[in-house]
């Protein structure tokens, strides 16, 4: 019975992941996790009436998408840091797709229609999630991965720029923030500027030097209370403003199939923009706390906030990279962060609108500017550098593609060169001219030791990568030039395949040709250290048979062995 139990409890922590804090939640989490979902709560409510107008429906529904999405993904996604909710990115593509199939609409229909969208996204998440598509993820390298979280810390930076000058932003891109506020220097409004400043210079000291202070929550109440009482909004600083409350709308969206298939490419470019942006940022905060994040649980997880906004009349919600930034810089340590603040935004949503009235947005605007700055990662740059400098060379180029192409084109030309890279290292790959070492076991690079040598009439050569149709012509051609240089000719080539893992139809006749020029020239080919797959496929292919079963070896060893009892007895000259 207890292994039953413990069956099921196993498959709920895979499936259900946020339900796990109830056997594993420590008592030391709960006032940091408690005090940054205040922060995050006091974030989303500007954030989310912006971006509901951004997408075009009613303010308040931001509220509720940013508190369904946090609740939902906190039950079923697999990040303990991960925020999810309204993203200025995914309002821009919803706003873009709407507009173009609900131009004129009632105020009604736009909602149901965004409803839809949010509900097509889950379901493509949700389909990618239960087939497994995750591994996708596997092709987001660290490179990629510093290359996006500089991006992305650069994008949030742009986002604040015109905020924190006190001016209108206009652009939706980074080179058009950075440009609009360089155009409008002159109209800088002074007061918020200087009051922008001040916030970050003290969020700055409190976490160098009172870290265990919630500095974003205490300056949200401070300058509410002294906007409040100095009535700065009459002096041009900018507040939230009122807010009209309302309770949310529950039900299907009210559509029909043509609005699905005018939707769907939108639809398909939020669930993979949503996926690639969420997973790497999981990512950035699974490895810094040290814990696994599951790339299909993620799909999941996304599919879970979207369906749930869904059904309360929302619109489509992803990972957001500041408020999971401050969540990470307040010490949030588990999901309960979301579900709390959650419910702090639900509550105010319904009866507490009028508190953040006197909210300087310029507030808003230093603390993601903060965060964002210690999110970004120079230092790992450097550091690929000095190990691999092709690695370094991805990561800036990842960071400039979501900078100026956007984060999911970014990503996928930075995916793109990774793999390029990975073919030519593979059409190229390492490898050795072999011989033995006095007192040392092995066979040795003859290259890397001077005292190596190698046995007369013999040529033993490893390839250090899988034989497929990129680098069989390359093998060939090196082994041609090796045959050709030594001194005396060889009589047996030795092909150390302890390396070769798999070996495709190009490959094997490439080896095939190989064999007769080396049997024309009386040499004889020779594989030794060849794993079972790779015996299968030679067996196959039919290589097994013209090399010969008596020149397959288990070992480098045997086959040298081999060799040198043959011309013991005389069997070569």
Do not use: C
């Not at 299907?252 to 470019?269: E, H, I, T």
């Amino acid at each position: 019975m207890k292994r039953l139990e413990a069956g099921r409890w196993r498959s709920v922590r895979r499936f259900v992941p946020g339900l796990s804090l109830v056997r594993s939640y420590s008592k030391s989490w709960l006032r940091p996790d408690l005090l940054s979902a205040l922060t995050i709560a006091a974030m989303l409510v500007p954030q989310g009436l912006a971006y509901a107008q951004i997408v075009g429906v009613r303010p308040v529904a931001g509220l509720y998408a940013g508190a369904v999405g946090m609740l939902a993904y906190a039950v079923f996604g697999p990040s303990r840091h991960l925020m999810v909710g309204p993203e200025a990115g995914a309002a821009i593509i919803a706003a873009s797709a709407l507009g173009g199939v609900a131009a004129g609409a009632e105020p009604a229909r736009y909602a149901s229609l965004a409803a839809l969208l949010a509900m097509m996204v889950g379901l493509i998440s949700l389909l990618a999630g239960v087939f497994k598509t995750g591994a996708l993820a596997d092709f987001l390298s660290k490179p990629i991965l510093i290359g996006y979280t500089n991006g992305a810390a650069l994008i949030i930076i742009g986002s604040q720029l015109a905020r924190m000058f006190g001016l209108e932003r206009e652009s939706d891109d980074f080179p058009g923030q950075v440009l609009e506020v360089g155009r409008n220097l002159g109209h800088t409004h002074v007061p918020t500027l200087l009051l922008g400043l001040g916030i970050i210079l003290a969020l700055v000291l409190l976490r160098q030097f009172l870290p265990k202070l919630p500095g974003p929550l205490i300056l949200v109440v401070v300058t509410t209370v002294v906007a409040q009482v100095f009535q700065l909004h009459h002096g041009g600083v900018k507040v939230v403003g009122a807010i009209a409350a309302a309770p949310p709308s529950l039900g299907l969206p009210s559509v029909g199939f043509s609005d699905v298939r005018a939707l769907l490419p939108a639809a398909l470019s939020l669930a993979l923009v949503n996926y690639a942006s969420s997973v790497l940022a999981g990512r950035i905060y699974a490895d810094k706390h040290r814990y696994h994040l599951d790339s299909n649980q993620e799909l999941l997880g996304q599919a879970a906030a979207n369906l749930a906004n869904a059904f309360t009349q929302g619109f489509p919600v992803t990972g957001s990279d500041s408020r999971t930034a401050v969540n990470d810089a307040m010490g949030g340590k588990s999901q309960l962060v979301g579900a709390v603040a959650a419910v702090l935004v639900t509550v105010f949503a319904l009866f507490l609108t009028p508190l953040l009235r006197n909210l300087p947005l310029v507030t808003l605007g230093a603390i993601v500017t903060v965060a964002a700055v210690y999110l970004m990662d120079v230092r790992s740059i450097l550091a690929l550098w000095r190990v691999r400098r092709v690695e370094a060379v991805l990561a800036v180029v990842t960071t400039l593609g979501v900078l100026v192409l956007g984060i999911l084109q970014g990503i996928l030309v930075a995916v793109a060169l990774a793999l390029g890279d990975l073919i030519r290292r593979a059409a190229h790959p390492h490898d050795a001219v072999l011989g033995q070492r006095e007192d040392v076991p092995g066979w040795h690079d003859v290259t890397r030791h001077a005292d190596t040598r190698t046995v007369p009439g013999l040529l033993v050569y490893r390839f250090d990568a899988p034989m497929f149709f990129a680098n069989a012509r390359y093998l060939r051609e090196q082994l041609r030039a090796l045959v050709a240089e030594a001194k005396p000719t060889p009589r047996e080539v030795v092909l150390d395949a302890s390396a070769v893992f798999d070996l495709d139809v190009t490959a094997a006749e490439g080896l095939e040709k190989l064999r007769r020029e080396l049997t024309e020239r009386g040499i004889v080919l020779v594989i030794a250290d060849a794993n079972a797959p790779l015996r299968g496929m030679l067996r196959r292919t039919g290589l097994m048979e013209r090399l010969g079963e008596e020149n397959v070896y288990l070992t480098v060893e045997a086959a040298v062995s081999r060799f040198e009892q043959r011309r013991a007895r005389g069997g070569i000259t």
